[in-house]
């Protein structure tokens, strides 16, 4: 098995076994953060940059340490401190960092498929960390990773997306990278909020979440995006939460081994109840442990491949 | 292309016995003693190392698991990544002595990475090296303090160890052209 991939832009672009090669690379990685000595000298010499034209607050960090424990340098670009602001355009922007030789930029950036621009546009390698509404593979990947340690494989099982679909990039990661490990996904969520023909990416719908609940063997519910909420998707949070929220009373009713994960922010009360985001069956906190360890694996991996 | 057998399942055998008891030679009550097991092969080197003692002297010596994928000194100038596997040692390494178990000596890159990667863990008193096969051609100055068999080599040569728990056939070393 070996990693032919110069960027990681998305998981539509990965086979399987890329997905799995990422996973298991990451077991190496998690070993390596659980040490007194959380650091080991693979990418010495390397110079990571997180360009973030969006707000992040776990992702960044998550990706910085990454490279941090790799021993690669890191630099943090804001949105709002960087030349943009002045008028620069994005391609500028990341052909001025590149030219301070870059050897990686991770990227975040509110357009759907900017990433493919840079990768286009720029020698370094590229790394996604969420580009509009299209892919954040690397949450994706940690949330496999976290379903694979909780169950020992992804292969059959049942996993519900709940929430905010047609605005989720996460969503659409985890269906990508979800069904190629051949798991069976469900999308539930309002219908404002689904978008049209998702089913052909081989999901099935259903605006049910009792039901959901009841036949997944694990769900993610994604953060209700308020800032994307202006345009009266939903007639009322309350009703949002009413049909969509996870508590504690309809989790008690489905079985006592799911699992509920959620890729944070959590908007308590809305897709969550207190008592779910804390309780026994959430691994929210797990899957941010394991998120370090997976970005380890993509920044070693992706590092690797020679750039021609 | 000749492929020559240095060393069949029982000389393979023997000289695990005879560095086991090299080793508790050296170090009577083993108290302090540990073995880290280089990946893939070392591992199972370290194994039947740890059998071999435990079934002369009766002790329980401690056995961990080394990958120096990530210590190597040759990741920027290879084209692509080597798989990285986990490494695991579950006891501390601080003030014991640890005997790093390898298959074969060759540049003593291996086993620098491997320095490299055990001081991440803690600091023991001692670290040796044990080999099952040296076959010369040092690109370091680093030695071996037990080893199973001398095999003179050219640098072009390839020397490879088979064993049943990691090849699933029976164990031999062999020299090949």
């Known amino acids: 098995m070996t990693w032919k991939h110069k960027h990681l832009l998305g998981l539509q672009d990965l086979s399987r076994q890329d997905i799995e090669l990422i996973l298991e690379t990451a077991k190496s990685f998690k070993e390596v953060s659980s040490r007194d000595i959380k650091k080991v000298p693979a990418l010495r010499g390397k110079t990571v940059v997180t360009l973030f034209f969006e707000a992040s607050t776990r992702t960044r960090i998550s990706f910085e340490l990454a490279a941090k424990r790799l021993s690669a340098d890191t630099l943090n670009i804001a949105s709002n401190v960087s030349s943009t602001s002045k008028g620069e355009t994005l391609l500028d922007t990341a052909r001025n960092i590149e030219a301070m030789n870059v050897d990686a930029m991770v990227v975040r950036h509110s357009l759907s498929g900017s990433v493919f621009i840079l990768a286009e546009g720029l020698k370094c390698s590229i790394v996604n960390a969420g580009d509009g509404c299209r892919e954040h593979p690397t949450q994706a990947l940690l949330d496999m990773f976290t379903l694979q340690e909780k169950f020992g494989r992804i292969e059959g099982l049942k996993i519900g997306i709940i929430g905010d679909i047609l605005h989720s990039r996460v969503a659409r990661s985890n269906i990508w990278g979800l069904t190629k490990l051949g798991a069976r996904v469900t999308v539930c969520g309002p219908s404002t909020l689904m978008p049209r023909g998702i089913e052909q990416m081989g999901v099935e719908v259903c605006y049910d979440l009792k039901k959901v609940l009841k036949d997944s063997d694990a769900v993610i519910a994604l953060r209700l995006q308020k800032e994307r909420q202006q345009d009266k998707f939903l007639p009322s949070m309350r009703e949002y939460s009413r049909l969509f929220g996870i508590n504690q009373a309809k989790l008690n009713e489905a079985s006592s081994h799911l699992i509920v994960m959620h890729p944070g922010p959590t908007n308590r009360g809305v897709e969550l109840s207190a008592d779910v985001a804390d309780g026994k069956q959430s691994v929210i906190l797990e899957q941010v442990t394991n998120g370090v360890a997976v970005r380890m694996a993509v920044l070693y991996l992706v590092l690797g491949t020679k750039t021609e | ?177």
């Open chain 2, 1 to 177: 292309m000749s492929l020559v057998k240095v060393m069949d399942q029982e000389a393979i055998r023997r000289s695990i016995q005879r560095m086991a008891h090299e080793i508790l030679e050296k170090d009577k009550d083993a108290k302090k003693l540990a073995l880290v097991g280089i990946r893939t092969r070392g591992v199972v080197l370290a194994q039947r190392l740890t059998a071999a003692i435990k079934a002369i002297e009766g002790v329980d010596v401690p056995m961990g698991i080394l990958d120096i994928t990530l210590y190597r000194d040759d990741l920027t100038l290879v084209a692509t990544k080597p798989v990285v596997r986990q490494t695991s040692i579950d006891f501390d390494i601080s003030g014991m002595k640890i005997i790093l178990v390898d298959d074969v000596f060759f540049t003593g890159r291996t086993i620098r990475a491997a320095l490299d990667a055990l001081v991440d863990f803690g600091r023991p008193a001692v670290i040796q090296l044990a080999v099952l096969v040296d076959r010369g051609h040092r690109e370091l100055p680093i030695r071996a303090d037990f080893v199973g068999k001398n095999i003179p080599t050219s640098k072009e040569q390839n020397v490879q160890v088979i064993l049943d728990e990691s090849d699933g056939k029976a164990d031999e070393v062999i020299v090949e052209d």
